[in-house]
């Protein structure tokens, strides 16, 4: 993944930072993939001690294993806690042996606790000159406002799905045009659901259901297996990406048994769908409602 952070917007304005000398002593990196924040971390990290980014340089290499003395990540165990905080505190003013800063990097900081923040507060505030602070969170809703006010905030942004589908096919991903949908351009969580075997066991699913479902006969045996509860709404989402795609294709002068009102209609239905799953009606009616709703406008489309 590090080499297709090296391409984004994000990364390039953070380079220009360290090239002008223009650093600040803390940063709070922000979006909703856990993976893409944690490497963007360990690429900055590897920047700021190997300008040329060689990925074998010792520097480079200790870094990309998680065994440089200089560049600390934290936390140590799932979530960042006090003890985690302490362990900084310590090791703030110890001398750095391979490099001339001190990194440390905090991973998912939006499940800290409020004391463990509060803990490391005057740290980020105040730190040493040769310390710099790279803390990443998949949401700043649970990151204090005293916290957020002493950090430069970097939002990172999704990836075109063209570039992010070329880069991962590049890599031996082979991947799953539904998972790079769901993905919606994070290749943390893209890869995630790539390689998740009950998301492409949905997605088979889903492409059998529309291909061989021509009858209300058959609406039973889909339904008792859409209804099942565990992955319900992902089988909703796959389902509306399905029908998307029907629709770009019909945009497209692709020939299809649907039309545009058509799609528009089974839009309408799974929104309804999802809107009786949030409250929490009966599965099985939904499910029976929704591919019976399917089939009739297959039929109208006729």
Partial sequence: MIELIETSKSYKNFCRLIDFNKLSHAYLISSPDEDY????????????NCKEVCKHCENCVKILNDTHPDVLSFPKNKNFVVEDAKLIIEELNVIPMLSSLKIFIINNFNKATTQAQNKLLKSIEEPPKNVIFLINATTL???????????QKIELLPFDENVLKKYLNSNGENINENAL???????????KYNENQNFLKNC????????????????????????????FEERLNLLENAFDKILNNII????????????????????????????????????????????EVKYICK
């Fill in 37 to 48: 924040n944690r490497e963007f971390c360990k690429l900055i990290a590897m920047r700021l």
């Fill in 252 to 295: 497209s002068g692709v020939d299809s048994t649907y039309t545009k009102e058509g799609i528009a209609m089974i839009f309408e239905k799974i929104n309804n769908a999802k809107k009786q799953f949030q409250s929490n009606c009966n599965l099985n009616l939904i499910a029976d409602t929704l591919l019976l709703g399917i089939l």
């Fill in 141 to 151: 809703e649970s990151v204090l406002s005293t916290i957020q006010s002493r950090t």
């Fill in 204 to 231: 088979n699913f889903i492409n059998d259901m529309l291909e061989n479902m021509k009858s209300s006969k058959e609406i039973i045996n889909y339904s008792a297996i859409f209804s099942q509860k565990d992955g």
């Fill in 181 to 191: 949908l769901e993905g919606e351009g994070w290749p943390g969580k893209t890869i």
